[in-house]
């Protein structure tokens, strides 16, 4: 059964950061590109980034681009996403997903406020 498991997740003031983790479990890890989107109150779910399998290349939307740094670490089964100077513009659910597959995590609520 395969599993996708967020957290890190939380509150914190405009210009904070917070490290997410999607830990991956039921299939080989290593082999699959793997994404984050987001859901915001009332908003369509968007992509923010993503990364390879195969050379870690990583892609970004516009608005993170500088500010969001995606990563993997394989022999952990684990991506991240790495959020400095967060804005209220960020809050959001935060999903992992697997590119092309049903798989999505349960979401983690990152909440920028003052």
């Known amino acids: 059964q395969v599993q996708l498991v967020e957290s890190g997740g939380g509150t914190v003031q405009p210009g904070g950061s917070l490290r997410l983790s999607c830990v991956v479990s039921?299939?080989?890890?290593?082999?699959?590109?793997m994404n984050w989107f987001r859901q915001a109150p009332g908003k369509e779910r968007e992509f923010v980034a993503s990364i390879t399998a195969l050379d870690s290349r990583a892609n970004y939307r516009s608005s993170v681009k500088g500010r969001f740094t995606i990563s993997r670490d394989n022999p952990y089964n684990t991506v991240y996403l790495q959020m400095n100077s967060l804005e209220p513009e960020d809050t959001a659910i935060y999903y992992c997903?697997?590119?092309?597959?049903?798989?999505w995590g349960q979401g983690t609520q990152v909440t920028v406020s003052s």
């Open positions: 039921g299939l080989t890890f290593a082999a699959y590109d």
């Open positions: 997903n697997i590119p092309l597959t049903e798989y």
